[in-house]
């Protein structure tokens, strides 16, 4: 063999030697870093079965917490239904059932029967309802999720936010649903809506958050409604909105009738705040400075030299009410109450509302095209305004 050949031979060798040893020495380096954790999760549980499980466990959790509420409401009719001749057993059961009376000449009792939800928040059977769905009702049951039945008792309402609170003796231990934070809710977070829409028991539904500090919905006063793609259907009302921490972030309210998918809830912190005082006085107090007031629109906005489309526009104020001793008048604009900027009327309604009667409160206003600061004393709002269950515009 002559050299030339042999030392291609030898080089050829040495060549392929070096590259088995890198691939060697590159597989023993490698050999203890970590996976990717885009890579882990492939490995692992599959997002869609741990989402699932969530989904399952918040359920578990909180079915046993939200009830069916029924109620019968009685009504007398206008007119007696004539005699009929004989004394038919079977016609002594037709008007027993349907009217309420066994003489066929008698005044009749028409029994109106409703179906809604809640939730139980204490152990004490402390029920967190809509107002709308026990509103008039000559009896209240509350049916839990083994289907046990008690008798409920009206303990407190509120129209103005369309809550209710209702009370049963369980005589026994009760799943209580914990309250979340809905302050902290971003849209997009997934919702979860149970309750009984249309009789049905335990529906679960499934969605997210579409939007928050919903109002001009029409259907209280004070409205800051959670807008939810979650089915809601006739029978969720009173129903909880839960999270999947399985915490109560709303109280299911309304719907859009010419719509799917668009539902409101009832921000459970401002739950909380009427809760505690209907338990503590049986009533909610509300601060109230005396202001009606309009919205703004573009033709206020230009012709009043307002930087921005955002506060509340002074309508009027009612002589003696602490908005008329502290100087507001018709045409400010109030841009911001305790520092915190009012977007809409709306908003400044809620903040007034939710002061403690007595407090001294700092306005920022719009006058005259100037900023000028406003010092108020926070009154309670009177008896005959607080009875309104209709939306209004005052503050």
């Known amino acids: 063999m002559n050299r030339a050949l042999l030392g291609g031979l030898i080089g050829f060798i040495l060549v392929l030697a070096s590259a088995l040893t890198g691939y060697l020495v590159r597989d023993r380096l490698t050999a203890g870093t970590p996976v990717p954790s885009a890579t882990r999760a492939i490995a692992g549980p599959a997002l869609p079965e741990t989402l699932q499980a969530t989904f399952v466990g918040v359920a578990q959790q909180l079915g046993p917490a939200v009830v069916n509420i029924g109620t019968v409401h009685r009504s007398k009719a206008r007119r007696p239904i004539a005699p009929q001749p004989g004394d ?41 309802t809509n107002f709308h769905v026990i509103k008039g009702a000559d009896e209240i049951s509350v049916r839990l999720s083994d289907k046990k039945e008690y008798r409920g008792k009206v303990l407190g309402v509120d129209p103005k936010t369309d809550l209710a609170l209702v009370r049963f003796d369980p005589g026994h231990e009760l799943r209580v649903a914990a309250l979340g934070d809905s302050d902290a809710l971003k849209v997009g977070e997934w919702a979860i809506a149970i309750g009984n829409p249309f009789g049905l028991d335990q529906t679960v539904t499934v969605g997210v958050i579409s939007a928050t500090g919903r109002s001009d919905v029409g259907v209280a006063t004070y409205e800051n409604f959670i807008q939810t793609d ?56 509300r601060g109230w400075l005396g202001v009606a007031l309009q919205p703004l629109s573009k033709e206020l906005v230009q012709s009043l030299g307002l930087p921005r489309n955002e506060g509340a526009l002074v309508a009027s104020t009612i002589p003696g009410s602490p908005a ?72």
């Open 88 to 128: 038919d057993p079977f016609l002594q059961d037709f008007f027993k059932q349907f009217f309420g009376t066994d003489t066929p000449g008698q005044r009749p009792e028409f029994r109106q029967p409703s179906l809604g939800s809640g939730v139980i928040i204490d152990k004490r059977g402390l029920v967190l």
């Open 230 to 285: 979650a089915s809601i259907n006739p029978g969720n009302s009173g129903g909880p909105l839960i999270n999947l921490k399985g915490q109560v972030i709303g109280i299911n309210t309304a719907i859009v009738a010419a719509g799917q998918g668009i539902g409101f809830a009832i921000p459970v912190n401002m739950v909380k705040r009427v809760v505690d005082q209907l338990v503590e006085k049986g009533k909610v107090v």
């Open 324 to 395: 008329a001793k502290a100087g507001l008048v018709q045409g400010d604009v109030i841009l911001s109450y305790e520092k915190t900027p009012v977007e809409d009327f709306h908003q400044f309604q809620r903040l007034v509302a939710e002061t403690p009667v007595g407090k001294p409160v700092t306005l920022e206003v719009w006058r005259k095209k100037q900023k000028v600061t406003v010092t108020a004393t926070v009154g309670e709002i009177p008896e005959d305004r607080s009875r309104s269950d209709r939306p209004s515009t005052g503050g």
